[in-house]
Nanobody
Framework: QVQLVESGGGLVQAGGSLRLACAAS????????MGWFRRAPEKEREFVAD????????RYADSVKGRFTISRDNAKNTVYLQMNSLKPEDTAVYYCAAGPSTAQYTSWGQGTQVTVSS
């Protein structure tokens, strides 16, 4: 099992920036991809971005392309989500996930709240 701990959430005004971090521990050698998902109040959880651990290939949801950047630090077993030009609709609990493929996420963090005020 892989343990994931998120940090970096908070309250920011529209147009501002935040950087989320997700530190992985445990069976990290089994991880092929790590990603970020979010759940807004009364909405389903949705994909935000993910990245493959070895090649660093990344994908983004259309709603965040050009504003969010996912990156990883292999030495620290940490994935980051740089969020710029934040909008009120980005308000959600953001979850980090890890798994053996980009189609299968098996480990989840506890989530970190991001609130964007207008």
């Amino acid at each position: 099992q892989v343990q994931l701990v998120e940090s970096g959430g908070g309250l920011v005004q529209a147009g501002g920036s935040l950087r989320l971090a997700c530190a992985a521990s445990g069976r990290t050698w089994s991880t092929y991809a790590m990603g970020w998902f979010r759940r807004a109040p009364e909405k389903e959880r949705e994909f935000v971005a993910d990245i493959t651990w070895s090649l660093g290939s990344s994908r983004y949801a259309d709603s965040v392309k050009g504003r969010f950047t996912i990156s990883r630090d292999n030495a620290k077993n940490t994935v980051y989500l740089q969020m710029n030009s934040l909008k009120p609709e980005d308000t959600a609990v953001y979850y980090c996930a890890a798994g053996p493929s980009t189609a299968q996420y098996t480990s989840w963090g506890q989530g970190t709240q991001v609130t964007v005020s207008s």
